[in-house]
Nanobody
Framework: QVQLVESGGDLVQPGGSLRLSCAAS????????????MSWYRQAPGKEREFVAH????????NYADSVKGRFTISRDNDKNTVYLQMNSLKPEDTAMYYC????????WGQGTQVTVSS
């Protein structure tokens, strides 16, 4: 089974930065990590899960939600089977559980990592 494990969530002050990581395993046979497009989503209490950022399978293209453009950067290292989300200029509105998603022939989700932006 494909497993995704997020890390890097923390409590930070407004204007601070964090880098989230999503480490994938289970790609040694069958489909491999470089065939999966990867995305970050987030969900705050009482709100629907929303799209944050996407990177194509080989990192050739990226997409971002308007709310994070210019502040967040998604990237991937296929040699490490890892996708990252660099978050700068964090705002209280960014507070949420952040989830990693992988898509190819199936959809896989990580367990999430909590990001809290507060003074």
């Amino acid at each position: 089974q494909v497993q995704l494990v997020e890390s890097g969530g923390d409590l930070v002050q407004p204007g601070g930065s964090l880098r989230l990581s999503c480490a994938a395993s289970g790609f040694f046979s069958g489909f491999t990590f470089n065939k999966y497009s990867m995305s970050w989503y987030r969900q705050a209490p009482g709100k629907e899960r929303e799209f944050v950022a996407h990177v194509s399978s080989i990192g050739g293209s990226t997409n971002y939600a308007d709310s994070v453009k210019g502040r967040f950067t998604i990237s991937r290292d296929n040699d490490k089977n890892t996708v990252y989300l660099q978050m700068n200029s964090l705002k209280p509105e960014d507070t949420a559980m952040y989830y990693c998603r992988a898509i190819y022939s199936a959809i896989y989700w990580g367990q999430g990592t909590q990001v809290t932006v507060s003074s």
